[in-house]
């Protein structure tokens, strides 16, 4: 018996229902996709948290330095809080070896939980000429947040603000380190389940403070160290929808609006170093960051 054949509007229909059906599902494969890495991104922040932590505990409550070295060093060379904590995670990154030249992106692997899945340029080339952060040794991804402790007056108040409770440990010589800034210690914070200690960067440095959520990346890698370039986003980065993921000084991790962040004084500056209008003060610091597609809410 011969079987009938598929007429061409059978086919056309058939063809139809499986295009709205693609254009139904895709979206939602999307969402599940960009969802399921943004779970990984509050994983890798908690680790490194748990880490921060766990070097604090080892060293009489004392913070992380955010950097130690010499000004007189590449800047590779220079030992950055990643390596700090590095031993306590042993996933990502790599150790710094005596004479060890800048890694290569062949080297560089995939940087394990300093890499941040939402972030897809983590080794992109840096200002410095190589690839990764300032050190070679881990992507960009997260940074320390150096407005850690203006709010309880840690650190200088005036001229240089960036050293904080995380001090730079400058070494001149072995045997007489001076701390700029610092150190502070974790029981020096008077809210630490509402201060972050470990925010979301696009740029090669190792601390970021809040009104780089206003700072550009620009066309240039040398536009603040960016290793993602554009003229609508910022060294401070979402994960989309204008949500950023940072981990506490209590050791949670949270994803929060960035506006919101800012009103509830996350990072731990605008109570008293800078609690009015002026630069960089929020009310600046905000309508810079309207004037960038990733915080106006037209993109990205």
């Not at 254009?23 to 399921?36: E, H, M, R, S, T």
């Not at 440990?169 to 610092?182: L, M, R, Y």
């Not at 979402?238 to 509830?264: C, E, M, P, R, T």
Request: glycine share 12%; aromatic share 12%.
């Amino acid at each position: 018996m011969k079987s009938k054949a598929f007429t061409l509007i059978e086919l056309l229909v058939v063809i139809a229902i499986i295009a709205i059906l693609a254009a139904i599902l895709f979206p939602v494969f999307a969402q599940a996709k960009a969802a399921a890495k943004r779970t990984a991104d509050i994983s890798n922040i908690k680790q490194q948290v748990l880490g921060m932590l766990m070097y604090s505990g080892d060293y009489d409550d004392t913070a992380v330095p955010v950097m130690q070295g010499d000004w007189n060093w590449e800047r590779y060379q220079i030992v950055l809080w990643k390596d700090s904590i590095l031993p306590y995670i042993k996933n990502g990154g790599l150790y710094q070896a005596p004479g060890q030249p800048p890694f290569t992106l062949a080297q560089q692997g995939n940087g394990g939980v300093y890499s941040s899945p939402p972030y897809p340029y983590g080794w992109g080339p840096n200002a410095d000429g190589n690839t990764g952060d300032s050190s070679t040794r881990f992507p960009v991804s997260y940074a320390l947040n150096c407005d850690a402790g203006k709010n309880e007056g840690i650190g200088p108040q005036t001229g240089d603000q960036h050293q904080t409770i995380f001090p730079w440990v400058e070494w001149w010589d072995w045997t007489s380190p001076t701390n700029v800034g610092g150190p502070g210690t974790l029981t020096a914070l008077t809210n630490p389940a509402g201060t972050a200690m470990i925010t979301p960067t696009r740029s090669e440095y190792p601390n970021i403070q809040a009104e780089y959520f206003a700072y550009g990346c620009g066309t240039s890698p040398d536009d603040n160290g960016c290793t993602q370039l554009g003229n609508n986003i910022t060294v401070g980065r979402s994960v989309g929808g204008q949500i950023i993921d940072l981990g506490f000084f209590d050791g949670h991790v949270k994803g929060l609006n960035v506006y919101q962040a800012l009103a509830a004084d996350d990072y731990d500056i605008y109570a008293v170093a800078v609690p009015g209008p002026n630069w960089p003060g929020r009310p600046q610091v905000e309508a810079y960051m309207h004037g960038y597609a990733e915080w106006s809410g037209s993109g990205i």
